[in-house]
């Protein structure tokens, strides 16, 4: 029933019911606003005519109040021209609920995400199955249909249930790029969490990790707006599309950092295939010296300039470039492989483009099952 309902959820908006902050009332302080709105702007100019178009990037910013409406209106077009033959499901209901956002018409993608449906395989989607149930399940007015109003509040009972196992005494929920949507699931859905959830807390963790640094990457971004906005993508029936928009804010002016002259950091890097039915086994490690304050992908392309048995490929997918393959042993769908990279016995949760290894820090790329 979960795999269906993430995928049938941008064909209910039209008829959707009430949605968002049900359960809990929290917000952004006034003092802390301008975070939340650098965030916005940041990832906003992430839009441009050469990078791939992102329909989550299109749901926040409608959300949210975009800024921007140039890129608003590029990243619209887009995804209206968008090729249906290179979208996953996921992405393809994504990409009508983006248009919907934008009061545009999907045209035949409607009909076509119907067809695939299907014959798609069945997956856990945790938060946004929780939302997509929430919003058939407010769909079924009382006293009609009772068995299957049942049958949607079992299954929603245990997909809330599923979230709220994740719920950490500082408010996350799973890690910090995951709590996004958890929050929005958890702000709509009628079934109480089994854990107590303070809304308000996670809202003041969230906000310090942006202090932090820790959301530069668009699709994190386009994932926490929404929140931080007090909305939930069962909002998206209710937002206006009419001219007007937001103006784009005054931001501090940030200073340019201080160029330095610092030693460079050795990182340790490891490539491990240790997967029965995978021919190429092999376990090696290198210590790679790059400059301070790099990131993961350019610790990959000097091992890869020293060692070919290092080589590496990426694909790009919407939180980013993805490593698809470490010498020549390649992710596959069917097989459920994929690489993770770890730091130390940590699995990371930022991409290769964005993760900044520390000086002597241990980072294996490990080709695993999921």
Same mark, same amino acid.
């Given at each position: 029933? =979960? ?5 049938? &959820? ?11 902050? *049900? ?6 302080? &006034? ?16 839009? *441009? ?20 409406? !140039? ?6 077009? $887009? ?19 983006? &248009? ?33 149930? =929430? ?6 007015? @009382? +006293?009609? !249909? @009772? ?13 809330? $249930? ?45 906000? =310090?990790?942006? @202090? ?5 990457? %668009? ?23 009419? %001219?007007?928009? @937001? ?63 290092? $080589? ?31 730091? +130390?016995?940590?699995?990371?949760? !930022? ?9 002597? !820090? ?9």
């Amino acid at each position: 029933m =979960t795999w269906f309902t993430l995928h049938i &959820l941008p064909l209910l908006w039209a008829a959707a019911g009430t949605s968002t902050w *049900t359960r809990s009332s929290c917000s952004v302080p &006034l003092a802390k606003q301008s975070l939340v709105d650098g965030i916005q702007v940041l990832m906003e100019n992430s839009v *441009t005519s050469s990078t791939h178009p992102n329909p989550s990037v299109l749901i926040a910013m409608n959300l949210a109040g975009a800024y921007n409406v !140039e890129a608003q209106k590029l990243l619209t077009d $887009k995804l209206m021209a968008s090729d249906t033959a290179d979208l996953t499901i996921g992405q393809l209901a994504l990409t009508i609920m983006a &248009l919907n956002s934008s009061c545009r018409d999907p045209g035949n993608k409607v009909s076509i995400l119907q067809r695939q449906m299907e014959t798609w395989p069945p997956s856990n989607t945790g938060a946004m199955a929780t939302l997509a149930l =929430t919003c058939m399940y407010n769909k079924i007015p @009382e +006293g009609s !249909e @009772e068995g299957y109003r049942i049958l949607f509040s079992q299954v929603l009972e245990e997909a809330v $249930k599923n979230i709220s196992m994740r719920i950490k005494d500082n408010g996350i929920i799973g890690d910090i790029y995951s709590t996004g949507l958890a929050m929005q699931a958890l702000s709509v859905t009628p079934k109480q969490p089994n854990k107590e959830w303070n809304c308000q807390k996670t809202m003041d963790t969230i906000l =310090t990790e942006i @202090e932090h640094g820790k959301f530069h990457n %668009p699709m994190s971004i386009a994932q926490i707006l929404p929140s931080l906005k007090g909305k939930t993508y069962l909002d998206v029936p209710h937002v206006s599309c009419s %001219p007007g928009h @937001e103006v784009q804010p005054t931001l501090p002016n940030q200073p340019s950092p201080v160029p330095t002259t610092a030693p460079n950091i050795t990182v340790i890097y490891t490539i491990n295939n240790q997967l029965r039915g995978v021919e190429l086994f092999f376990n090696e490690t290198m210590d790679v010296s790059v400059k301070p304050g790099s990131v993961l992908l350019v610790v990959l392309e000097e091992a890869q300039r020293r060692n070919s048995m290092f $080589k590496f490929e990426t694909t790009m997918t919407s939180w980013g470039l993805v490593v698809s393959s470490i010498n020549n042993v390649a992710e596959n769908v069917q097989e459920r492989t994929y690489w993770q990279f770890l730091s +130390g016995k940590t699995p990371l949760n !930022e991409g290769v483009a964005d993760y900044k290894p520390s000086d002597h !820090e241990h980072i294996t790329a490990n080709f695993t099952r999921y």
